[in-house]
């Protein structure tokens, strides 16, 4: 992890901000609270409460929580829409639009029954909005750009003001040039503690928002009109190997709460453990209503929260089960050349381009194989397990469940030691005379 946030004071100092006399209270416009800004990709520690009401904090997924201030008994943050550049993992970066350095924007964290204050600059190149996904508010706060709001121009600060009125897991994202701002990253979460910190405790509450880009390899825009064909899919806009890995004590209660602003849903497996679905965009789910699962799909728009008790030691894949939502960026019209012996034409085409190599011919599995790639774009797969390639990428990382972490250690152990003799292996005893099932094909070493 990181140190926190650094401080964004002199980026304000020296920009001409106009608070819209109209949408900001006078405390409000009587001075913006700093618009801390944060660059590093990886997951930063939680930010415990240093004032208002006490709340146990989450842990947000390669992001962070928006500092904030009290005035006068309101709890006050500041938002900066503005272009940004996402690590989608090592070895790629994307030009996104986002908050405060990143996208998705930091994670806003607040307390049932919190009077919040929430100021927003757009240093975009056209108007933008917040809508505040989930929240019971009133009907000019709810950041629908021509129908409660007029839009946020250029170059100008509005100002939100309400009551988080129930506790739950929420996000915040744009209603205005929606389909162009949110391909291009601007979204965040949302988190409202019950006002009792003793209310449904875990041990660690993890979050993290699922979306998805269509960036041709070689470049670094996003494809804004895209509608469902994407090539990268992501976590908090990183993709496997670039996903940190959720540490946590072997027995703790550990919740994740997941968000969905891709345009599919997303069927989120965890292995090694159950789960009971506490959490929905409604609200918690009364303990009588909870049902287990070990892949729950998430809907697009719709929030999640899982918990279960983390009592198998290991390091367990966590990942959406689509399998398409597991790959980097891929070719999704390479024809299918199973069984196809290539070897006549791949001498011919290796005489012209002599890094050719025929692939596909027994399956898609790619290995340690390396093939040469546009600047800027991410394999297929690409990251490295104990017993070699992980040929998983996407929305892929794992839980490693520990023995004997502090309470607050979410360093990564690095990759799990099994004992001796409980790792899947050859079987060296005897065996039955293999057969080929009808019309399928059996080789013979």
């Known amino acids: 992890m990181n140190p926190p946030s650094i401080s964004r004071r002199a980026f304000l100092q020296g920009s001409a901000l106009a608070v819209t006399a109209s949408a900001a209270s006078r405390a409000g416009a009587a001075g913006l609270p700093e618009a801390p800004l944060q660059q590093s990709p990886l997951t930063q520690p939680p930010l415990s409460p240093a004032n208002g009401r006490p709340y146990q904090p989450v842990v947000t997924l390669n992001g962070w929580t928006l500092p904030w201030r009290m005035k006068n008994g309101v709890k006050e943050f500041h938002l900066v829409a503005e272009p940004v550049v996402r690590e989608i993992a090592p070895g790629m970066k994307a030009n996104l639009w986002g908050y405060n350095g990143q996208s998705p924007g930091p994670t806003i964290e607040v307390v049932e029954g919190d009077r919040v204050r929430i100021f927003v600059t757009n240093k975009l190149p056209e108007a933008t909005s917040v809508h505040w996904h989930g929240q019971r508010l009133p009907n000019g706060m709810d950041g629908v750009a ?16 309400f009551t988080a009125r129930r506790a739950g897991t929420f996000m915040y994202h744009p209603h205005a040039d929606e389909m162009v701002q949110m391909a291009m990253g601007m979204m965040g979460f949302w988190v409202t503690h019950p006002r009792d910190p003793k209310f449904m405790r875990v041990d660690r509450d993890f979050v993290f928002l699922m979306n998805a880009y269509d960036i041709e390899p070689g470049a670094a825009v996003p494809k804004v009109n895209t509608m469902l064909d994407f090539n990268l899919w992501t976590w908090n806009s990183r993709a496997f190997p670039g996903i940190d890995p959720l540490v946590v004590r072997q027995n703790d209660r550990v919740r994740i709460r997941i968000g969905n602003l891709t345009m599919t849903n997303h069927p989120i497996h965890l292995h090694g453990h159950e789960f009971n679905v506490t959490g929905t965009d409604g609200g918690w789910v009364p303990p009588a209503a909870r049902w287990p699962e070990v892949a729950a799909d998430i809907a697009v728009g719709q929030m999640r929260a899982i918990e279960f008790d983390a009592t198998e030691e290991g390091d367990w894949a966590l ?31 290796a005489r012209l381009i002599p890094d050719y190599m025929a692939m596909g011919d027994k399956g898609g599995a790619m290995g340690d194989m390396e093939m040469p790639l546009p600047e800027n774009t991410l394999p297929m797969m690409g990251g490295r397990g104990p017993y070699g390639a992980i040929e998983m ?22 990759w799990y030691r099994a004992p001796a003799g409980s790792v899947a292996r050859e079987w060296r005893g005897e065996a039955p005379a293999a057969h080929a099932a009808p019309g399928g094909h059996h080789e013979h070493p």
């Open 146 to 161: 021509g129908l409660t709001q007029p839009g946020i121009p250029p170059g100008q600060t509005f100002v939100y003001e």
């Open 393 to 414: 990428g996407g929305m892929f990382s794992t839980v490693k469940v520990r023995r004997n972490l502090a309470r607050d250690d979410y360093r990564d152990p690095g």
């Open 319 to 349: 990942h959406c089960h689509k399998a398409h939502h597991t790959m980097n960026a891929m070719g999704h019209g390479v024809p299918t050349m199973i069984g196809v012996d290539q070897s006549a034409v791949a001498g011919k085409i």
